[in-house]
T-cell receptor, first 110, second 114 residues
Framework: GNSVTQMEGPVTLSEEAFLTINCTYT??????LFWYVQYPGEGLQLLLK?????DKGSNKGFEATYRKETTSFHLEKGSVQVSDSAVYFC?????????FGQGTRLTINP | DTAVSQTPKYLVTQMGNDKSIKCEQN?????MYWYKQDSKKFLKIMFS???????INETVPNRFSPKSPDKAHLNLHINSLELGDSAVYFC?????????????FGDGTRLSIL
C-alpha cells in the first residue's frame, strides 16, 4: 500500500538557518503530495501541495518539488523564523485516502 | 467564522463509558473525515463520508460508529471506551473525495480515558 517516510525529528535550528525536512513516498499510480503544519494545540493546516511530477508547491517561503524519479517531496525554507516552530507532516493522496508521514517536530531558537 | 468545528475540545471519562464527538463544517464541502492522532503524533484515517455516504472505513473496532445526518455534519460515537482510545481525534473536510483536494482540519478533541 501507499506509505510516506519523513526524516526523524526533532529538528532544532537557529533563526535564519536553512531548513530541509526530507520526505519520501511509496505509491501506486500518480498520487498528489502535500505538506501540512500543526501548531501546538491546533489542527493541521495545509502548507503546500503538488499534484504531478515536477510541480513545485510554495507558500510562506516554504517550497517542495514533486520528484517522481526519486519518489521524494522534500520541504525547504531559506531562512526560518521562531514562528515556524511546529510539527510538519508530509502526506500523499492516492485514490481517496490521505496517508501521513510520522511528522517532524521543528523548533527554531532565537 | 470557524470552518471546521469540533465539540468538545477536551473529553475526560472513565473506561467503559459511551461518548460522542460532534463535527460541523461551514465550507460547503461534500466530504468529511475522522482521524486519530496518537501520543507520538502519528495520524491515521478512521472514516470518510461523501455526501452522507460512507466511503472509507479503516480497520477500526466496531465500538466506533460514525454518523452523518447531513453533509455538513459528521459525528463520532464511541461505545465501551478503553484505555487505548486515549488520543486526539480530528475531523476534516474537503471539497470532494477527488485526488488533489486539500483537507481542512478542526482543532481536535483530546480524549482521555481514566
Amino acid at each position: 500500500g501507499n506509505s510516506v517516510t519523513q526524516m526523524e525529528g526533532p529538528v532544532t535550528l537557529s533563526e535564519e538557518a536553512f531548513l530541509t525536512i526530507n520526505c519520501t513516498y511509496t505509491a501506486t499510480g500518480y498520487p498528489s503530495l502535500f505538506w501540512y503544519v500543526q501548531y501546538p494545540g491546533e489542527g493541521l493546516q495545509l502548507l503546500l501541495k503538488a499534484t504531478k511530477a515536477d510541480d513545485k508547491g510554495s507558500n510562506k517561503g516554504f517550497e517542495a518539488t514533486y520528484r517522481k524519479e526519486t519518489t521524494s517531496f522534500h520541504l525547504e525554507k531559506g531562512s526560518v523564523q521562531v514562528s515556524d516552530s511546529a510539527v510538519y507532516f508530509c502526506a500523499l493522496q492516492g485514490a481517496q485516502k490521505l496517508v501521513f508521514g510520522q511528522g517532524t517536530r521543528l523548533t527554531i531558537n532565537p | 467564522d470557524t470552518a471546521v468545528s469540533q465539540t468538545p475540545k477536551y473529553l475526560v471519562t472513565q473506561m467503559g463509558n459511551d461518548k460522542s464527538i460532534k463535527c460541523e463544517q461551514n465550507l460547503g464541502h461534500d466530504t468529511m473525515y475522522w482521524y486519530k492522532q496518537d501520543s507520538k503524533k502519528f495520524l491515521k484515517i478512521m472514516f470518510s463520508y461523501n455526501n452522507k455516504e460512507l466511503i472509507i472505513n479503516e480497520t477500526v473496532p466496531n465500538r466506533f460508529s460514525p454518523k452523518s445526518p447531513d453533509k455538513a455534519h459528521l459525528n463520532l460515537h464511541i461505545n465501551s471506551l478503553e484505555l487505548g482510545d486515549s488520543a486526539v481525534y480530528f475531523c476534516a473536510s474537503s471539497q470532494d473525495s477527488g485526488r488533489g483536494q486539500p483537507q481542512h482540519f478542526g482543532d481536535g478533541t483530546r480524549l482521555s480515558i481514566l
